[in-house]
């Protein structure tokens, strides 16, 4: 497959020069939508914190021995979003909580679409019993309650950030399954796949090379609507009390806070922040991917 | 969620245009299949809770007694009890064979029937969860549709901006951001509203139901807030998928008024994929549920859930898997048969 051709570029070059291209396509049509480019823009922001946290606060910050401050002190110029029951400064662990509230996203979305995406192509490509189990089983998770079956999983394994990763990971492809699917069945439709198997390219040459290219930008949005979710799912998992215990999340700050009281209190410093994060950081996803798809798909580019 | 609504709507028609067309079948054959295939996913839920709280990694009677000082002869009775000594196979066919005769086994926590304790949270939650229902799927088909048919627009930008935003809150956070400011009050405004549960108790008659009305408003409104979001967004897509249609060019071209041409025309169609829209989504209703129940201390299934996790109360919970996912199945079914009504294209 990877002679050259006659005009002396090698096919590989023409290939990457013609991908090269497309990319900046779609940047272009990106930075029209107003709203993903601030969905764009608070992700980098809060990526950025997440990353040089440790940079603003030291990793002791969740520690309960030695907290700096008195247990619940409201804001002050001090400690400006108050600390909480231990006497630990709750910006430190705002900002803290913001790297297991995004990675355990990322992860746990990747893995969810990485699973979509196996079953999708394999499904779409392999037809017969093999697809119509694999399909079968995909309609059932789609009908289970998302949630319910990730608390069951979470329940039943050992509370870690491996758990949770899993747990949502596992319960939330069936989306993307289908979606791939569907995209996969109508690539195999084009000659070029015809092409491909006349010249003797085996299945996984055809699903590698040809219908794996076509459905990634489908599955690049699909991540982004999937992280956003997975955000929420791992705040709420935490705020069951099903989280890993021993670290930060803007979930476990929530829980910590319904249990030392805060809600009977009045005490709304406590609350708010950890779930302002959950939400723009959750916002910031979906407006990114409903950008991406629009991109994407012309025809619901309207739907905007 | 929110955005994966309208490909899910393309794959919809997908398969409703698949082999349910090629068969020629009529309506009572569709419904056999459906009904079939309902059946189908309640056993494979049935035999998943059984899987999935037995055969994962652990002992569950170590599970149940979490950690506390037990004696050997205990754990041999515990395991007597929850029919643990048997052999696996004996186990899994004891399980099935009780669950369909309605029996769940023994409640860890409380020493009582799953069933009893399940049968007793059941009205209250269909109470919160219907009132919930009813409104932000008026609301949210309400607000879809003027956004559709203005879209682009100012009031469509807010309006989507707004649903966007609310679907992002976590619905447990909204809940009890609401107690505070609304129940236990801050600064100038007093608490209005009661903390949590369902009654204060002692009244009787109409009290009773205005008490009980009372404490449901914050959880409804809490619930409606997260959740109308999806229903405006798969509304304003179904219907912007119809904007462009012909028909709508020759109704206007009748003369007809603006607002005729969108109810009786446009709406109409468009609600047709919205209706299993809103059914598929009902999955995502039932994890609102358990939040707000927990927040609120509604005494429902999703409060009992969050009751038996902390435990974790393993027969309890697997009784209540059971509950929430045949729910959502049988919701799915009802939308599946009420939808060749609706559209009699389908089942053609």
């Known amino acids: 497959m990877t002679t050259t051709t006659g005009t002396g570029t090698s096919p590989r070059a023409l290939a990457r020069q013609r991908r090269r291209a497309s990319v900046a396509r779609f940047w272009r049509q990106y930075r029209a939508e107003r709203a993903g480019l601030y969905g764009l823009t608070a992700l980098a922001l809060c990526a950025l914190l997440a990353l040089f946290a440790p940079l603003f606060v030291g990793s002791d910050v969740s520690s309960v021995t030695d907290a700096p401050g008195r247990p619940m002190q409201s804001p002050s110029a001090e400690f ?59 309609d059932w998770f789609l009908v289970m309650p998302t949630l319910v079956l990730a ?39 084009r000659p070029y796949i015809e092409r491909a198997r006349a010249l003797g390219g085996g299945h996984w040459h055809i699903m590698s090379r040809h219908v794996l290219p076509n459905v990634m930008p489908l599955v690049l949005a699909q991540t982004t609507l999937i992280i956003s979710s997975a955000i929420l799912a791992e705040a709420t998992l935490a705020f069951l009390g099903l989280g890993d215990p021993t670290v ?30 959950i939400a723009v950081v959750a916002l910031a996803f979906t407006l990114c991917g409903r950008a991406v798809e629009s991109v994407l798909n012309p025809r619901l580019g309207v739907s905007r | 969620m929110t955005a994966d609504a309208t490909p899910a709507l393309a794959e919809d028609k997908h398969t409703a245009a698949g082999p349910r067309v090629r068969k020629g079948s009529a309506y009572p054959r569709y419904l056999a299949g459906k009904v079939a295939g309902a059946a189908v996913s309640l056993l494979a839920v049935l035999v998943t809770s059984f899987f999935l709280f037995r055969l994962i990694p652990g002992d569950p009677v170590k599970t149940m007694t979490g950690g506390r000082q037990v004696s050997a002869e205990q754990l041999a009775a515990y395991r007597e009890e929850f029919g ?3 052999p696996l196979w004996r186990q899994f066919t004891d399980y099935c064979g009780k669950a369909l005769t309605g029996d769940f086994g023994t409640s860890y926590q409380f020493r009582a029937p799953v069933v009893d304790k399940i049968t007793e949270a059941l009205p209250n939650t269909l109470l919160l969860t219907g009132t919930a229902f009813v409104l932000y799927t008026a609301l949210g088909i309400f607000l879809g549709t003027r956004s559709a048919w203005r879209h682009g627009k100012l009031g469509d930008r ?76 798969v509304t304003r897509s179904a219907l912007l998928d119809e904007m462009g ?103 053609r």
């Not at chain 2, 400011?181 to 600064?187: K, P, R």
């Not at chain 2, 108790?201 to 449901?216: I, M, P, R, S, T």
């Open chain 2, 245 to 347: 249609s012909d028909y709508l060019t020759t109704a206007r071209a009748k003369g007809l008024r603006d607002d005729l041409v969108r109810r009786r025309h446009a709406v109409p169609n468009a609600l047709l994929p919205t209706v299993t829209l809103i059914f598929i989504n009902l999955g995502r209703t039932v994890a609102g549920v358990i939040l707000v129940e927990t927040v609120f201390s509604w005494p429902g299934l999703g409060g009992l859930f969050y009751q038996a996790l902390s435990v974790p109360d393993l027969p309890l919970v697997q009784g209540l898997f059971f509950v929430f996912a045949a729910a959502v199945i049988v919701m799915n079914t009802l939308a599946d048969l009420v939808y060749p009504l609706l559209d009699p294209r389908v089942a």
């Open chain 2, 84 to 86: 643990l000594d048997l």
């Open chain 2, 158 to 233: 807010v309006n989507t901006g707004l649903a966007l935003t609310l679907y992002s809150i976590p619905s447990f956070w909204l809940g009890l951001l609401l107690i505070i400011v609304l129940s236990v009050g801050i600064g100038p405004i007093p608490g209005m509203f009661p903390t949590g549960g369902m009654e204060s108790g002692g009244k009787e008659g109409f009290a009773y139901v205005l008490d009980v009305a009372h404490h449901l408003v914050l959880p409804v409104v809490t619930l409606v807030a997260v959740e109308y979001g999806q229903t405006l967004l």
């Open chain 1, 151 to 189: 608390i069951a999983l979470a329940t039943v394994m050992s509370r870690s950030l491996t758990t949770t990763v899993v747990a949502i990971g596992v319960t939330t492809w069936p989306t993307t399954a289908r979606l791939v699917r569907a995209q996969t069945l109508a690539v195999e439709t």
């Open chain 1, 248 to 277: 930060v999340s803007w979930g476990g700050l929530l829980q910590d806070a319904r249990e030392a009281g805060a809600v009977s209190a009045g005490d709304w410093w406590y609350l708010v922040p950890p779930g302002i994060a």
């Open chain 1, 80 to 138: 400006p979003l108050g600390t909480d029951q231990f006497g630990r400064d709750l910006l430190g662990l705002v900002v803290w909580g913001s790297r297991v509230s995004l990675l355990v996203g990322l992860l746990a979305a990747v893995l969810s679409v990485a699973i979509g995406t196996l079953i999708g192509v394999t499904a779409g490509h392999f037809r017969g019993w093999y697809a119509t189990v694999m399909m079968r089983i995909t």
